[in-house]
């Protein structure tokens, strides 16, 4: 074969190589999960704050010596840049305990459109940022709601596990109804136990050893959050559980909950929640 056409079947073969279409490779889509993985240990979970409970919570659970995980929003029953609930929010993390994203103001993410999904993630992971100085890498969808599109914009976004749950307890129902709620789960599987408009007795039958708590901070009861955290401290002693963060219970290590920490930012003009969304007003005992 002639050096002519060597060099040309050479620079064919190259051309071909560098036309070929790159693919952007895909991030790992995060850990989807509804129960801990690590024995006898419980795990309290706080959705919809800072809000104004949140110091009266910190105290109770630092009187126990025990740990909990903050989902917290920017702009649902609260603004997080109030100075107040900006405070709070970076108090739970001085304490110890894990701050998790709950998105920027509440939506059904699977009805939003994809701008929409990613301003929701990115703005409250700026507020974080900001508030507290942490990129969280633990995120709880609204409502629980999710598909394959939110997923992959959570990994876009460096998300590493959406925490959900394996018991609802319905917080529009009478007392009766919520406690059957818990009392005819299986009990044999480990839990995640979601809780709205939290009353004395749920937690009184619960007989698992994996569970994660949901409690809110909600705007249309008094103190709720208040008349059941101390019988669920008192529960968990009785049964000789370890209260731990959701991080914990799953045994990601604590510079895993985290893809940046580092200090709160200066206030500034942007620290505002004006001319942002902020969550619909809802119903007392409707949303999670």
């Known amino acids: ?6 060099v040309a079947t050479l620079i064919a073969a190259a051309t071909a190589v560098s036309a070929a279409p790159y693919t952007k490779p895909q991030p790992k889509l995060p850990q989807v999960v509804t129960n801990c ?3 006898n240990t419980i795990a309290i979970t706080f959705d919809d704050g800072p809000y104004n409970y949140t110091l009266s919570i910190l105290s109770q659970l630092k009187a126990a010596n025990v740990k909990a995980t903050w989902f917290m929003n920017g702009h649902a ?4 840049y109030n100075s107040t609930w900006s405070s709070n929010a970076y108090a739970v993390y001085k304490a110890g ?5 709950h998105t920027w103001s509440h939506p059904n993410l699977t009805t939003v459109d994809l701008p929409r999904l990613n301003y929701e993630v990115t703005k409250q992971e700026d507020a974080l940022a900001k508030v507290v100085g942490v990129r969280p890498t633990f995120i709880r969808p609204p409502f629980g709601s999710y598909n394959e599109t939110v997923l992959k914009v959570f990994a876009e976004h460096g998300y590493s596990h959406v925490v959900l749950w394996g018991v609802f307890g319905d917080n529009g129902a009478d007392l009766a109804t919520w406690k059957n709620n818990y009392d005819t789960v299986d009990t044999s599987k480990p839990l995640i136990a979601l809780n709205h408009d939290p ?10 050893t994996f569970f994660i708590f949901v409690c809110h901070f909600l705007i249309s009861t008094s103190n709720v959050v208040m008349q059941q955290l101390p019988y669920i401290l008192q529960w968990v002693k009785k049964h000789n559980f370890k209260m731990v963060t959701v991080g914990e219970c799953l045994g990601v290590p604590k510079n895993k909950w985290y893809k940046w ?3 709160p930012s200066k206030r500034d003009k942007t620290w505002t929640c004006a001319n942002t969304p902020r969550r619909d007003p809802i119903p007392h005992g409707v949303g999670y």
């Open 261 to 263: 920490t580092g200090s």
């Open 1 to 6: 074969m002639k050096l002519t056409s060597i």
């Open 97 to 101: 305990h894990q701050v998790a994203s």
């Open 77 to 80: 029953y609260s603004c997080i």
């Open 199 to 208: 009353r004395q007795l749920t937690v009184t039958e619960l007989v698992s």
């Open 37 to 39: 993985v690590k024995p």
